[in-house]
């Protein structure tokens, strides 16, 4: 296990690392303190010896500072949409920040991927890596109300697993739902480098959240009897499921009741590389990369465009605060709020 912590820039005189976790099988990761960046996820290819890049990205630093696409960051406060920027707690009408036409996203104009989050600790031992990273939320904060004290950890052990561990706590009530933006593409950079067509996906879901043209969720759960939406066994993304704007939904997780559960399988059938992910959140966003723009210029001098990336982004229902009958997002005062998400790594699908 090894990992290494470099400055690479200063923002409002505060320290902007680039930190590389790799474990004993030449699997690795690298994210920046700001945002919660992944910059990268390596992974060793059987094929050719090659280390392949799953993740999309830029080739410098600058590029996370415009990001608009939320390029595998910390997504909060709150993930996901909330209808008309405003909801009610305990009686009160807050009203969000409006990032999205009349609705709020991803934590508005400023989410938690813009901050600087402080870098606790590094922690290693002989099976694994951890990174511990704080953010203090302001009350008022795009809305927000109370201060909300955030703990982030990424770590990598030699399962091969990426894990994820959100916490947070409130000095009074509020709302929560923080998860990570990856936008995954496990045919790599190198040789097999294309658009998310010919990927497996299989998701643990049998239901899913209908929603508005603004895909804003009514609050009705429909079961899945589409088969075009229906990834309950393994199943090749083709032209036909990328057609009329690809996929954008919330699954409902099946069997749902707090604990970690396995949730989603996806891998490369060019690289067969790819992971398992597992999750204690009762929704799945599976998205492929409908709304990304024509041109990116990516790592390794390559060019992303329209449905490059995939997303698969375990939360609490989006506007699930307007919704009674979803899982509620409130933190109560003197509560802690936690999220944990497993990425299973493997190059042997």
């Given at each position: 296990m090894n990992f290494s912590k470099e400055i690479i820039s200063t923002i409002d005189q505060k320290d902007i690392f680039k930190i590389a976790l790799t474990n004993d099988n030449n699997f690795s990761i690298s994210f920046f303190n700001y945002g919660g960046y992944i910059h990268s996820i390596l992974i060793p290819n059987l094929n050719n010896n090659l280390n392949e890049d799953v993740v999309l990205g830029y080739n410098n630093f600058e590029g996370y500072l415009k990001d608009s696409s939320y390029f595998n960051c910390i997504v909060g406060r709150v993930c996901g949409r909330i209808g008309n920027s405003?909801?009610?707690?305990n009686d009160k009408e807050y009203k969000l920040f409006s990032n999205l036409g009349p609705d709020h996203m991803h934590g508005g104009q400023y989410g938690f991927n813009k901050k600087i989050w402080d870098i606790v600790d590094i922690q290693k031992n002989a099976e694994q890596i951890s990174c511990s990273l704080n953010y203090l939320?302001?009350?008022?904060?795009?809305?927000?109300?109370?201060n909300l004290y955030c703990n982030v950890i990424y770590l990598l052990n030699n399962k091969n697993e990426f894990i994820i561990k959100f916490q947070a706590k409130g000095d009074e009530d509020t709302i929560v739902n923080l998860t990570n933006h990856n936008y995954w593409n496990f045919h790599g950079h190198n040789d097999n480098y294309q658009n998310v067509l010919e990927h497996?996906?299989?998701?643990?879901c049998s239901s899913y959240l209908?929603?508005?043209k603004e895909l804003i969720p009514t609050g009705e759960i429909k079961n899945i009897l589409d088969k075009k939406i229906d990834f309950r066994k393994l199943k090749n993304i083709t032209e036909e499921i990328l057609a009329e704007g690809g996929n954008n939904l919330c699954y409902e997780v099946d069997s749902y009741d707090g604990s970690i559960k396995d949730i989603a399988e996806i891998y490369s059938i060019k690289t067969h590389i790819g992971m398992q992910l597992s999750s204690d959140q009762p929704g799945l966003q599976f998205y492929t990369g409908n709304f990304m723009d024509d041109s990116y210029q990516g790592k390794n001098y390559r060019t992303y465009g329209y449905q490059y990336g995939i997303c698969l982004e375990p939360e609490i229902f989006p506007d699930a605060i307007n919704h009674p009958k979803f899982k509620s997002p409130?933190?109560?005062l003197g509560d802690t709020y936690s999220s944990t998400i497993i990425m299973t790594l493997r190059n042997d699908f």
């Open positions: 405003h909801f009610f707690l939320s302001p009350h008022m904060e795009e809305g927000y109300p109370g497996m996906i299989r998701l643990s209908e929603t508005s409130v933190l109560r």
